[in-house]
């Protein structure tokens, strides 16, 4: 992949982001010097790098390098390798929960999985939940981004509104939507039912699914909007001038500038929003609806959780994650894989 | 230099401490009380730290009962079990198979305490009794009750709700219909423990095969064969036709009930603490409704929770632990519990007490629990129920249910798939404890 991509761009023009520089830098590493341009002054011969590009040095040999990547190693060896471990060897066990009987099962958990409706249905809820929530908290932070460039006074004001919501814990965000839309009492609600709508996400599965997407997307249309923000800071201001000058109104301007050159930022944001919604959730879903009604907001992390803490199937809860993990990096991978390559680095 | 001027100041420290802590052997109980019920307990325990001077009980809030569950469960695997937790009761199962827990009848049998295990009333003896002894001490034992807004009544024109659901169902939808409240009643959290678990035992039906799984590991549901159905589809029909309402997430049923926009509430006797607190209505309480063809209705079953003995710990702390026990099950404890709480008391000789004392004329509503609990002979239905992964069977069946009150099924394909479900996580319990002899649980 980094290959290819670094091929594409290289006949665009010279690479100025600093990601598609780690990209340049990976590629060029085992290619053939570009000629003349090898680091005369080193006595050892570096690789060629790319004009403009810096390469940090740590001396000769493994020692600091080591030392300093030791911190992540051993917080990814505590939190993530040896969780996942345990996961695995948990997920083909039955078990009771005090450890004091144990079979060993082979996959019967995984097949008990998928011989099960229940998790059939967290599948294709998560997925309405997951793509929902991304479409939506992608479309508002564009707007909401969108709108900043255009806000003369007040703009600090602005952005500190819209970044608030994230200071939120989300099980206490999670309790203050399911209040605002609970048909007994809330205003929100109040107010649909005034307009007709038969409001009542206690009884109406899409009702229920659609409090909590629109709850995971608030809390996380501030992540979103951060990143776009910025990604519109750096567009060129001499392009969107020549637009302006060529008689673009500013919708135009950021539908045919602004937004191509935000790619990179969508694709990125795109990405983390997914994980965004198949791990960090399952508070919201807690607080608003607790999975229901009849499963309808059953997403599959809750259900891991559910499964594991409250139902002490720890094998099947083990045996979800596992999943739950295939499923998440199956998912960026693909979208890497097929979006990636729309996706211009270049400015 | 420094390290030696280090130890001595420790050596002092602790010359100074130990005598002191080298008296008392302290013991942890894991609890999940919270609120108003939190601090009642923190009493008894200060009760029985006063009480004498051997042993010191330190009572430690773990969260809600599955986080309790949860912390128990990490700490025994850790090796470093509290000597007492409390434990709901559908993790019954759970903890009698799990072979970390030391049964309380033997515990307190072996440090010499006589405590008439005979005395405990019925159905929370025998739900915490495994084979004729007791496995873990009933500690916070309830029971639905049937609470109601007297005013609406009266406006209605009736003296109180009717005994039988059939009658029931016409004074809701005459209070509805004459526009007195909104809603005749309201669906509380745990419907499933009160509306489906107790109905089927006061109304006589078998929830499960093999005496409510009392006989065996190889019980399996049969509350789609009973009047559970028909139940569930008379919730349905009263939601839809606005007599009963559901609170729902942010918000608890209880509200609607004590500010009185629901006429009627089926909550547990425990909530005597919080109603009293918080109603702003003219409120009484009587018993749970049964079915006009079912009569006299059995007992109900208890809900709450009981005090496990981990497994693990020296004979000194035992000791403590049995103390403590024992002066739990204490007519005195239990009398003071009943009154600060609303749980009922555990045992015969305190609900005697209670009375010769006359705390019912004052407190009527206090004493509906216990007469519903100890009234006629419990039968196979109305015991109790012994069934494993209780937790997970019950949130399949409640996750069934909703879906009849979303029109998404049928009451009786609804009870058929929450069966279906509930066996296969039956069978998964019976294949873990295979070899576990559970035959004539008696």
Known sequence: MTARSSATWRDVAAPAQSRSAIVAGQASRGATADGGRTAASRKRARPALEAGLKRANFGDGPGLPTLLLLPQFLILLFFFFIPSLRALTQSVLLSDPFGTTVQFVWLDNFKALFANGEYRQSMWVTLQFTVGQNVLTLLVALVLAFATDHIVRGRSVYRTIILLPYAIAPAIAGILWAFLFNPAVGPLAQMLHALGIGWDPNLNPNHALILVVLTASWKHICYDYIFLVVGLLAVPVSLIEAAAVDGAGPIRRFVSIGLPMLGPTVFFLAVMNFIYGFFETFAIIDAVTRGGPAGATNILVYKVYVDGFVNLDLGSSAAQSVLLMSFALLCTLLQF???????NYGV | MKRAAFLAALFTVLALVSPAKAARIEVQWWHAMSGVLGDRLNEVVEKFNKSQDKYTVVAVAKGNYDEVTNGVIAAYRAKRPPEMVQIAERGYMTMLLSDAVVPVQDLLEKQGYKIDFADFIKPVASFWSYKGRMSALPFNSSTPIFWYNKDHFQKAGFDKPADTWQELEKQLYAIKAKGISECGTVLPGDFYWSLLENYSAINNQPYGTLANGFDGLGTEFVYNKTKVVSQVARLKKWLDDGIMQIAGQGFSPEQLFTSGRCSTFVNSTASHGNIERNATINWSATFLPHE???????????????????????????????????????????????????????????????????????????????????????????????????????????????????????????????????????????????????????
Do not use: C
């Open chain 1, 337 to 343: 894989r097929y979006f990636d390559r729309k996706v």
């Open chain 2, 292 to 442: 006009s063809d079912i009569d006299p209705p059995l007992n109900s079953t208890i809900g709450g929770g009981a005090i496990w003995v981990m497994k693990g710990h020296t004979p000194e702390r035992y000791e403590a632990v049995a103390a403590f026990l024992n002066f739990i099950a204490q007519p005195e404890t239990q009398v003071w519990w009943h009154g600060a709480t609303g749980y009922v008391p555990a045992t015969n000789r305190a609900y005697e007490l209670a009375r010769e004392r006359g705390y019912y004329k004052d407190h009527p509503t206090r004493e509906i629990a216990v007469l519903q609990l100890s009234r006629g002979t419990p039968n196979e239905n109305s015991r109790g129920f012994r069934f494993g992964n209780f937790v997970q069977t019950m949130l399949a069946q409640r996750q069934e249910v909703e879906a009849v009150f979303a029109g998404q099924k049928q009451p009786q394909q609804a009870m058929d798939d929450a069966v279906k479900r509930g066996n296969e996580i039956l069978r998964q319990f019976e294949k873990l404890n295979a070899g576990k002899n559970l035959d004539g649980d008696r």
